[in-house]
């Protein structure tokens, strides 16, 4: 399976890959968010997640894969950082913030700095209309932080720190994307960077859930929070492996803003599945930040 991906890097065939594996990492990002921002404690919920699949990830690290070059463990180094920085921020934000508040705010901003990440570093250029489409993303991104500001009538007093960190934290989501697009391709076999990435990415967080976990005086019942943690371990796998394989394959700065139609799933789990109130507004707003994602793979 290895050998079939890497013969099509570069071809036809492996853009259609990509995009499919983006918009399947977009779903699967959206889900990964709600499971996080749910009903428990966003650091326990995170520290469940990164618990499971470290776990999971370690026979494979270990034992499955090949080894990683010596040239690759300063890169899981950098990787390791990175996430912790993105991880602290996501998490607070989703303490400060409703999930249909932040969560379209941090995705958006993402793109932007991913896009000119990629310039930098793999040396991929947009078309004019691919940049219209990021403006139309940013329309959306900017009209959804003006309206949460005039309208949003919860969480008020913590609305402007929330905002803040959401848009730090997109800063990390294009950092991370731009580091371990050059990671993944910076080794021969990409399942060895993924099955390492997870091993080691698993180390951070759980032993801090598990200290604020002692700390809490109405803990949450453990089971339905590793319930949790398993389902989410599941989840990222997929939606990380997705858009990993997806910037091997094809452009990173592409894959990058076509994973940012998570916003319009992300839309429909905080109505259906989390009771939050999206609105007509918003959710045009939305759809914006997904109709320039959409304008950049048309354009491309």
């Not at 050998?3 to 983006?22: D, I, R, V, Y």
């Not at 934000?93 to 249909?100: E, F, K, M, P, R």
């Amino acid at each position: 399976m290895t050998e079939w991906l890497l013969s099509l890097e570069g071809t036809e065939a492996g853009h259609q890959l990509a995009l499919g594996l983006a918009l399947l990492a977009a779903l699967l990002h959206a889900i990964f968010g709600a499971l996080q921002k749910g009903k428990h404690d966003p650091w326990l919920s995170r520290g469940a997640i990164d618990f499971h699949y470290g776990l999971i990830a370690a026979p494979f690290a270990l034992f499955v894969v090949p080894w990683p070059e010596p040239h690759m463990w300063p890169i899981f180094a950098g990787a390791f950082l990175i996430h912790i920085g993105y991880k602290i921020m996501q998490a607070q934000t989703y303490v400060l913030g409703d999930y249909t508040v932040v969560y379209p705010v941090v995705r958006g901003t993402g793109p932007l700095f991913a896009v000119i990440g990629a310039g930098i570093v793999f040396n991929e250029h947009f078309s004019a209309g691919q940049w219209l489409g990021v403006a139309v993303l940013l329309m959306g991104i900017f009209g959804l932080g003006v309206y949460n500001l005039i309208f949003l009538e919860t969480n008020r007093e913590t609305l402007k720190p929330a905002l803040l960190m959401a848009a730090g934290t997109g800063f990390f989501v294009a950092l991370y994307t731009t580091y371990d697009a050059y990671g993944i391709r910076a080794t021969a076999n990409p399942f060895t960077f993924l099955a390492w990435f997870f091993f080691i990415d698993g180390l951070a967080m759980p032993p801090y859930a598990a200290w604020r976990y002692s700390r809490m005086e109405n803990k949450p019942a453990l089971r339905p929070l590793m319930r949790r943690g398993l389902l989410g371990a599941f989840v990222a796998y997929f939606s990380f492996g997705s858009i990993m394989m997806a910037t091997r394959l094809d452009s990173v700065g592409e894959a990058a803003v076509l994973r940012e139609t998570s916003t319009v799933f992300a839309a429909l789990i905080g109505w259906l599945v989390l009771g939050e109130k999206v609105g007509p507004r918003r959710l045009f707003l939305m759809a914006l930040i997904a109709l320039g994602a959409v304008m950049v793979e048309m354009n491309g």
